[in-house]
């Protein structure tokens, strides 16, 4: 397993084009966050752009193995088809990791630099934004097992599109007091963040285990049965 | 006996294509050569052998282990060279040595940088910018950089100069010399093969059609050329096949040792692994 880990971070950090990319992503995102500067900006950075970057990891490893047929040729190696689902999963998760850390960095100075969030609902957010993350990548990594890097990036991107606009349309239809600035609209994210209790944390953070543990095992499958055909 | 490779009735079915009723047992310490015309089902018995295609057999041990249980211990003591790499192309030598380097327990760098040395392969060098000749190195190096006990070999020796060429059939003699490593190899090129196996595998339309000792195919089969009364006069279960030629018929016979005391004035011929493919392909059937 250490192998194929260490192939695909060569591939994602050690290619220049693909580093590149994913640094130009990391910029551009926080450029976003201290250009709009307000909470949903922040609740959209936390829900939206770290399940981007762990698909944007398995669709860059996986349309590398694709072209050059890597794929196939991996199992001549002593490792499982599990394990090699595995690997991309842990890789996932960890770059999830590293941007919620990152962006956790980042909540000290929005809070007390720029003052435009309190602590308490920071905190509630990037929670909330890593539950979501965690179901986000269970969900788009089962939708690249089965299509491949090519529709699997088009649909996950798509899919993020569409929990976007849900999220703001589920704000809209609930909460009506809406506050229009001159700078984007501000919606009343802290309403949301205020009524969540710690157990809606809880229950989320279980759903978030048990969504990864079932996508994985759906991919493995999905995985076996496209090598099968 | 030990085998490096006991199946039994391994069948495999994609689309309009068989593998039917292969068995084939090889034991340790020998050079297989697996030929056959295009689309007979080579390096498809091959990919059923390494698990990449999920054949049905009713026993596959490899390397005396049953492969259904023990694939990724097997896969340790094992090596592949295909006919290209699948590497990312923009990796050097150096970063797939060390990518290799975690996946088998075997893996000897020392000896790595030894080959890549010996092949004239520079290590920082992107796989891209190497020629299809030295990336087939490139390959060779890493199967053997980690001690495999079976390398197999699927059409890799079709980019080698012909001086990389004697001295790759070197490095396998030198491979299976202590006679616990063994070396199946799949290729068109049948002088190569000539020169190396020590059994021959012949592979038609998904059956395997025989197995054989080099040597007694040597010795048992012989291409007599004669005209058509002496053609007619041979038994049928001698003759394997015949082509027509322009003067008279070339004659693929199994038993010419026996044929020879019969008719001591027909002239034999020894037989190469190419002309076994000719007449099994393209002859005639008494």
Not at chain 1, 57 to 81: A, C, G, N, R
Not at chain 1, 83 to 89: A, D, R, S
Not at chain 2, 61 to 72: A, C, M, V, Y
Request: with cysteine; charged share 20%; hydrophobic share 45%.
């Amino acid at each position: 397993m250490k192998g194929i880990i260490q192939k695909d971070l060569y591939e994602l950090f050690g290619i220049r084009e693909n580093l590149a990319n994913v640094l130009g992503s990391i910029i551009i995102v926080g450029i976003l966050l201290f250009v709009t500067r307000d909470t949903l900006g922040f609740a959209l950075l936390n829900i939206l752009e770290i399940p981007v970057f762990s698909f944007m990891t398995l669709y860059i490893t996986m349309e590398s193995d694709e072209k050059s047929h890597f794929d196939t040729y991996q199992f001549v190696y002593p490792i499982s088809k599990r394990n090699i689902v595995l690997c991309k999963y842990i890789i996932g998760m960890v770059c999830q990791m590293c941007i919620s850390i990152m962006i956790l960095c980042l909540i000290p100075i929005l809070v007390y630099g720029y003052k435009m969030i309190e602590w308490s609902v920071a905190m509630k957010i990037w929670g909330t934004g890593m539950i979501f993350s965690v179901l986000m990548l269970s969900i788009s990594y089962v939708i690249f097992f089965s299509f491949g890097s090519k529709v699997g990036i088009f649909l996950s991107a798509l899919l993020d599109i569409v929990v976007m606009i849900g999220y703001v349309l589920v704000l809209t239809v609930f909460y009506d007091k809406i506050e229009r600035t001159d700078s984007l609209l501000e919606w009343n994210v802290e309403r949301v963040v205020y009524l969540s209790s710690p157990m809606a944390f809880v229950v989320g953070g279980v759903a978030g285990v048990v969504g990864i543990v079932g996508s994985y095992m759906v991919s493995v499958r999905l995985y076996q049965r496209k090598l099968n055909n | 006996m030990d085998y490096v490779i006991d199946v039994k009735n391994l069948n495999y079915t994609y689309k309009d294509f068989q593998l039917k009723n292969i068995n084939l047992q090889i034991p340790t310490g020998v050079i297989l050569g697996v030929v056959g015309e295009n689309g007979a089902g080579k390096s498809t018995l091959i990919k059923s052998m390494l698990g990449i295609i999920p054949a049905n057999y009713e026993t596959m041990n490899i390397l005396g282990k049953e492969f259904s249980l023990e694939e990724t211990n097997i896969k340790q003591d094992m090596a592949v060279i295909f006919d290209k790499t699948y590497y990312n192309p923009m990796f050097t030598p150096l970063i797939i040595g060390k990518i290799v380097s975690k996946i088998y327990k075997n893996w000897d760098m020392n000896m790595y940088f030894k080959y890549l040395e010996r092949f004239q392969i520079p290590k920082k060098k992107k796989v891209k910018e190497l020629s299809k000749g030295m990336v087939m190195k490139l390959e060779f190096a890493i199967a053997l950089s980690h001690s495999p006990k079976l390398l197999i070999l699927d059409e890799a020796t079709n980019g080698f100069d012909p001086l990389f060429r004697e001295e790759f059939l070197e490095l396998l003699r030198e491979f299976v010399e202590d006679e616990r490593c063994s070396v199946i190899i799949c290729s068109h090129i049948t002088s190569d093969l000539d020169k190396i196996v020590d059994y021959v595998a012949y592979m038609k339309e998904g059956t395997l059609a025989f197995v054989k000792t080099y040597d007694e195919m040597r010795s048992n089969y012989g291409i007599v050329r004669c005209k058509k009364q002496v053609l007619e006069s041979l038994w049928e279960e001698d003759v394997v096949s015949y082509i027509k030629e322009a003067y008279g018929y070339k004659v693929l016979v199994k038993n010419k040792i026996a044929l020879s005391h019969v008719f001591s004035d027909l002239e034999m011929e020894n037989v190469t692994i190419e002309d076994i493919m000719l007449f099994y392909e393209k002859g005639e059937r008494l």
